[in-house]
């Protein structure tokens, strides 16, 4: 009887102070595990939906092309896939079926006809928006 008492009344007390210094360090390593792999994942896939962005755009430049007979110019841009440019009379776009696309980190793409890695470049300069860099940083093309 007295047992039964004691276990009721120690079910009443709560946690104590070391149980819950436990359970937070456990949390914490658990935290320090798991974060880095999901950020790091989060940033490889904002780097696919550059690529995927990038390719599409380029398929659009090719049509622009295979239909007016040659690549828009770096001073047209990329604009000239939705918007008619006036001295383009065989011009039947609009290339894309929205606006044109900000990188996943909020850029504009450069564009330039002609260009150093083929007939066009078409890159994303990567999250810091700077040439260069690694990883997130790192540039992503159209000729790689």
């Known amino acids: 009887m007295q047992l039964r008492r004691h276990l009721a009344l120690r079910g009443q007390q709560g946690f104590t102070l070391l149980e819950l210094l436990v359970v937070l360090v456990v949390l914490g390593l658990l935290a320090g595990i798991v974060a880095p792999k999901y950020f790091n994942q989060l940033g ?3 780097i696919k939906v550059a690529r ?3 390719e599409g755009l380029s ?5 622009y092309r295979l239909e007016v007979g040659r690549y828009p110019s770096s001073e047209q841009g990329l604009d000239a896939l939705v918007l008619a440019p006036s001295d383009e ?3 039947a776009g609009p290339y894309l079926q929205k606006t044109i696309p900000q ?3 909020g850029h504009e793409y450069v564009y330039r006809s002609p260009g150093e890695y083929g007939d066009y470049d078409l890159l994303s300069l990567g999250k810091d928006g700077q040439p260069g860099g690694d990883g997130e940083n790192a540039e992503i093309t159209n000729w790689q």
């Open 89 to 91: 009379p065989k011009w």
């Open 103 to 105: 990188d996943p980190w």
């Open 59 to 63: 398929k659009a430049i090719d049509i």
């Open 44 to 46: 490889r896939s904002e």
């Open 52 to 54: 995927a962005q990038i």
